[in-house]
């Protein structure tokens, strides 16, 4: 089997990276079964803090082709990826491309692919924030429905694809969960198809990465230091969505929200560059407990997220890894697609924030047990 991974924006390396290993060890002293991987990096995001730091960080091979895409409007962006991602399906042809999450790549990739007859595998299918102001919840919604294979990280996720009706091929007609779907189920092929497709609860491929992380890396990082900072006495910051920067009017009620907490404790912000590039234009002040840092590497940022005391976000991956690291987070959006952080009392929209969090007595173990990646190869192997 043949599978070509794209990525381009910085959370799909991480991402990628759960399901690399999960390939690396399918391979490890198969005889038959060998899947050929291929990795294609869109150039999506292409700063060193913003890219190649992640794949030395993980040690991730070297892309087989940089498409060097680039920033640009929306459409440009995402019509060069098609193109792009076109002309290597073409070289390639591959059994199947895995795309992640909801940017312009993902959904460049899945529209290149699917008119080629080329199924897609959507890790991360099936969620939804209501709003379709989002460009990412247009990718997601548009990359779900031509996808072959929908990899759903949460029962949320698998409930909303069940209410936009879809059925799954698997059980009769009713949605395949992980429980009804063994990792190690040799037998039977699938079957799944562009008319046909699957819908399976994986669990979610960014807490395998974690788990992978704390393990690993637990005391490595010596970010406190670098930055002169000690452990739970202060609050991690990252703004960086376009709902939240391109809208004047919104980043300085953001804004006013994080200088009214920086009252209370030290904020350490890594500012995204889409939030540099407006920063200056449009007259928001931080205070000066705000600290900006320059964007940080996987493993920084999860041990400045575990060592705070809250963290505020509108990462949609951050707002996960503070609840796996069980450092209570404040949401700087309207809404979350991550719900059930809400539900366990982990999360908080700001709108409803009262002063700084505290740490709620609920155990957080949704998103799957840490083989979403190991699910999804073997899925894939089951049908090609
Ligand atoms: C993209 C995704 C978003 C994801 C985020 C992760 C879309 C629509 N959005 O947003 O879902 O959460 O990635 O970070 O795909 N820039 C640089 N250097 C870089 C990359 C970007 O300076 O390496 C600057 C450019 O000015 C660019 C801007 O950041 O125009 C925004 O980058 P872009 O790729 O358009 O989207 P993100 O905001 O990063």
Redesign the pocket.
């Known amino acids: 089997m043949k599978i070509i991974n794209v990525v381009g ?3 799909q390396f991480v991402k990628y990276f759960s399901v690399y290993n999960a390939i690396m060890k399918s391979n490890s002293g198969a005889s038959s079964g060998i899947i050929k991987d291929v990795l294609v990096h869109t150039g ?4 060193y803090n ?2 190649k730091i992640f794949f030395d960080e993980f040690g991730i091979k070297e892309p087989e082709y940089h498409l060097g895409v680039g ?1 640009g409007p ?1 459409g440009e ?1 995402t019509g060069r990826i098609i193109q792009e991602i076109e002309e290597t399906l073409n070289i390639e042809k591959p059994d199947v491309v895995l795309v992640y999450g ?4 993902t959904l460049g990739a899945a529209l290149a692919a699917v008119k080629l007859h080329v199924p897609v595998a959507h890790v991360e299918a099936g969620l939804r924030s209501f709003n379709m102001y989002m ?2 919840e247009v ?1 997601r919604i548009l990359s779900d429905n031509i996808s072959t294979f929908l990899f759903c990280p949460s029962e949320t996720a698998v409930a909303n694809l069940r209410n936009s009706g879809y059925k799954g091929v698997l059980n009769n007609g009713k949605l395949v969960s992980s429980e009804s779907f063994p990792l190690n189920d040799n037998d039977s092929k699938i079957g799944a198809d562009k008319n046909n497709p699957l819908v399976i609860n994986t669990g979610d491929v960014m807490y395998d990465a974690l788990l992978y992380a704390v393990d690993v890396k637990e005391n490595g990082a010596d970010i406190l230091n670098k930055l002169n900072l000690n452990g739970n006495e202060y609050s991690l910051l990252t703004i ?3 709902e939240t920067t391109d809208n004047p009017d919104k980043l300085r009620e953001v804004a006013g929200f994080v200088n009214d907490m920086s009252a209370e404790i030290k904020v350490v912000f890594p500012m ?3 939030m540099r ?1 407006v920063y200056d234009g449009v007259n928001i002040k931080f205070c000066d407990n705000v600290k900006v840092v320059d964007p940080l590497g996987y493993f920084d940022l999860l041990k400045l997220a575990k060592s705070s005391v809250f963290v505020m976000t509108d ?1 949609g991956g951050l707002q996960k890894e503070a609840y796996w690291l069980k450092t209570p987070c404040i949401t700087l959006r309207d809404e979350t697609e991550w719900i059930e952080t809400v539900e366990s009392g982990w999360n908080t929209l700001y709108k409803d924030c009262k002063g700084a969090p505290s740490r709620p007595v609920k155990s957080n173990d949704c998103y799957g047990d840490g083989k979403a990646s190991d699910r999804i190869v073997a899925t894939l192997k089951r049908n090609f």
């Open positions: 924006a910085r959370p999506q995001h292409y700063d913003m890219s920033s929306h962006q909801d940017t312009n790549s460009p990412e990718n960086h969505r376009a995204h560059p889409r590039s990462s």
